[in-house]
């Protein structure tokens, strides 16, 4: 379908699109909607299949894209982009329908401000832990957390995206779509564990998560090379420059997450995301502003309202 039809028709007599995709990647593309039956803004996701595509292949990545709309689905949290809905999988271009996020990517956050301050680094970490918490409780691993896989909200919050390459350890009610010969991922940001032999686990996302913090802190990735195997061999093989042999001023309490993160074995990293939230979030404090990113403090946030009312309703009275 071309992007002159998409837009002049009714997706499933409903979703009218925007003139031009917002987002495209390797596999799909993002499109502004409005919901006209509602009357609300929502974001259309599309599979982009390659030209050389054959049938095996393009069953492989309608299978893919059904379970990250399962996936994503699923993970009800703050976090996490709400699924409105899906075309039917025989569709000829299958699309998914999710809640529209505004923001800008912490990929595109730091190559725009090289580091973030302590305090902004914490904040975003400790709220990808509070979704990777949700989802390893239900058997989850993202397998492709990254700065561009973030988003950061006007108000300040964070959306965790693209469940595309998530696995469901142990269960079988989703398949685990991995073609031969190829591990899923950013070797940028994958575990060596991940890398040498495939193995998926939680403390896999959390070594992506420690290569995430690392950049936001430094402003450059924990390792850069000409081609991806090169990135790949160093995560397996090299130790990374400390952070703050890089940025002394970071705290030696937040190096020592980020370190422990970073760890080559995996039973060596934090035991989980409830952990490494619980020694993120001392350090997300004294906010600065962002203008042109974030709202300005004087502007209520009903979420902020909504989210210190929460922590009011579950912190247990001090006898």
Known sequence: MTETARHSRLLDGRYRLSTAPLARGGMGEVWEGRDVRLGREVAVKFIRFPRDCDDGERAELVRRFTREARITAELQHPGVPTVFGMSAPEEEQPYLVMQRIHGVSVADLVAEQEQLSVGWASGVAAQVCAVLAVAHRASLVHRDLKPGNLMLEPDGTVKVLDFGLAVALGRTDMSQITRAGHTPGTPAYMAPEQLMSGTTSARGDLYSLGCTVYEMLTGQPVFTASTSFAVASK????????????????????????????????????????EVYERLIRFAQELEPMPGVLHPPSLPSPQRMYGAALARVFTPAHS
């Open 235 to 274: 995560q397996v093989g090299k130790d990374p420059v400390r952070v703050r042999d890089l940025r002394p001023e970071v705290p030696p309490e937040l190096a020592e997450v980020v370190n422990a993160l970073l760890e080559k074995q995996p039973e060596n990293r934090p035991a989980g995301a409830v």
